[in-house]
């Protein structure tokens, strides 16, 4: 499925069912602290999306890629109409946050386009390969 359409519960649950060790819902229920209902009905669709702490747990309980932990944050982040909690404060309460904010707003009124972004998205990864140890 792609994450364009991906809902949060949908995610938990292939990573959840996925795992080799055939975890439950209960033995994740009682690794994350929360009650059995409470993970089905977020598996379910039927709650919303559980806090930034819960999905540290989780991908850590799952062992799963930074990359899995970014896509679960903006998932709940997207259900909930809001910015990711991974970056939430980061965006409100920097410098560079000021300026991501200001860029996105430009966009909004058609100052800036897609093409725009990914051309700058394409220098960050040419900096970050830059950095890489190899």
């Known amino acids: 499925m792609s994450t364009e359409r991906m809902r949060f519960g949908e995610f938990i649950r292939e990573k959840r069912m996925a795992d080799r060790r055939e975890i439950t819902l209960r033995e994740m229920s009682a690794a994350l602290g929360?009650?059995?209902s409470l993970l089905s009905d977020i598996e379910q669709g039927r709650r919303s999306p559980f806090d930034s702490d819960k999905i540290k747990l989780f991908c850590s309980y799952l062992h799963l890629a930074p990359e899995d932990e970014t896509l679960m944050y903006d998932l709940a982040a997207r259900e909930r109409d809001r910015v990711s909690?991974?970056?939430s404060d980061y965006i409100m309460n920097s410098?560079?946050?000021d300026m991501a904010r200001t860029a996105l707003r430009m966009s909004k009124s058609g100052i800036g386009a897609e093409e725009d972004?990914?051309?700058?998205?394409?220098?960050?990864?040419?900096?970050?390969?830059?950095?890489?140890?190899?």
């Open 85 to 87: 909690d991974d970056i």
């Open 95 to 97: 410098n560079i946050g």
């Open 117 to 134: 972004w990914k051309r700058f998205i394409r220098e960050l990864e040419r900096k970050r390969q830059s950095h890489d140890p190899v």
């Open 34 to 36: 929360i009650s059995l």
